[in-house]
């Protein structure tokens, strides 16, 4: 589809293609082009009105509540904001093993990748209670 879309969008590529048709194929082809484009145009333009009195009617509600006195947030209730509604980052987890390695003291919570050096000892056969805190 890519192919006819160059053609059609390129005004020369689109001379060239049209000049293998004949006239009366070129007026059928027109005249179905045009009546995609006011299709098209009058969708676009019931959309333009549906937004623009939804626009409106949130303005009228704006006016009633303001005169109201009540504060749009009041209406909602308890639902949360999108400000609540964004994760909030959790606590660091506690470390559960500790290890010396080259003469630095180390912790690992036990999530994630195992470091290196507990692996080596695993290999080496010791147990992974042994690093326990």
Known sequence: MSEFLKVL?????LRAALRELSLEQVK???EKIEMIYL???????KEQAAQAERQQKLA??????AQAGIDPTELVGSTPTAAAATKTKRAP????????????EKT????GRTPKFLVQQLEQGRQLDDFLI
């Not at 009228?60 to 509540?65: D, V």
């Not at 470390?95 to 630095?104: D, I, W």
């Open 108 to 111: 690992w919570t036990g999530q």
């Open 93 to 104: 987890r506690p470390p559960k093993y500790r290890y010396v390695e080259n003469g630095v």
């Open 60 to 65: 009228e509600f704006q006016a009633m509540l």
């Open 28 to 30: 059928e082809a027109h």
């Open 39 to 45: 299709e098209r145009l009058e969708v676009a333009e």
């Open 9 to 13: 969008l390129n005004i020369r590529s």
